[in-house]
């Protein structure tokens, strides 16, 4: 089975600081990663996903996320923070295909991100 | 939140009683997907349709039923028998490759907030 975690349910940091929201993912084969942000009462907005390849992957609004393979980690950062960036930041795994149903994808409990003015 | 849209945004009900909620999509996307979504448990997967006119259970589908008449639409009824059914509702969308295998991130619509009177 497929796991997501997410250690931190709030980070905080303050505006034009660097960030990170961590993942960490349990999955068999090669994992398909994705990161999404949430603003209150919306739906999710897709950032970035790392499939393959260059394990450094950069998304929407500034944001990158750095897949390492040996610590099964696929955290999220952005150099400068904005106080706009405050969101819930959901991480997502889903295990290479391998039969019908197999591309669910599974979620962390999320991370909320509040930056300080 | 892309071409998907949900209706109501707040929805309420009686105990008792079954709702629907409504997901549309128009952007041709062949694979749906309801989620639930509770604070702080991140989102989990209720249920989801490949094609037309058929569906596979969730995680947590009891209480629940889906149809999938129509490529664009995919509505969930909330039944009876869900006890505790109080929670976001989020419907979403991917493409499917050829074989049916799907990395591709899913796009999900601005939700649906149901409380139970």
């Known amino acids: 089975a497929q796991s997501v975690a997410q250690p931190e349910d709030q980070v905080n940091v303050a505006e034009g600081n660097p960030l990170t929201v961590k993942c960490t993912y349990s999955?068999?084969?090669?994992?398909?990663l994705f990161w999404y942000v949430q603003y209150p009462n919306r739906g999710l907005q897709f950032l970035l996903k790392?499939?393959?390849?260059?394990?450094l992957v950069k998304g929407s609004y500034g944001f990158e996320a750095e897949f390492n393979k040996s610590q099964t980690s696929f955290h999220l950062k952005k150099p400068s923070a904005l106080v706009s960036d405050s969101a819930l930041y959901f991480c997502?795994?889903?295990?290479?295909?391998?039969?019908?149903?197999?591309?669910?994808?599974?979620f962390g409990k999320g991370t909320k991100l509040s930056v300080i003015p | 939140d892309g071409g998907i849209t949900q209706s109501p945004k707040y929805l309420f009900r009686k105990e008792g009683q079954n709702v629907t909620l409504s997901c549309e999509q128009n952007?041709?996307?062949?694979?749906m997907y309801w989620y639930r979504q509770d604070p702080g448990q991140g989102l989990r997967l209720i249920y989801y349709?490949?094609?037309?006119?058929?569906?596979q259970k969730g995680d947590i589908a009891e209480g629940y039923s889906v149809s999938r008449e129509k490529k664009e639409s995919f509505p969930l009824t909330v039944t009876s028998a869900q006890k505790n059914p109080t929670a976001f509702y989020l419907c979403?969308?991917?493409?499917?490759?050829?074989?049916?295998?799907?990395?591709?991130?899913?796009?999900f619509g601005p939700g649906t907030r149901l409380t139970v009177l």
């Open positions: 952007l041709n996307h062949d694979a």
């Open positions: 790392y499939i393959t390849g260059d394990n």
């Open positions: 979403a969308s991917s493409i499917l490759r050829a074989g049916g295998s799907s990395y591709n991130e899913q796009f």
């Open positions: 349709s490949q094609i037309v006119n058929d569906f």
């Open positions: 997502a795994v889903r295990a290479p295909y391998s039969g019908a149903g197999s591309y669910q994808l599974t």
């Open positions: 999955v068999s084969g090669n994992p398909y």
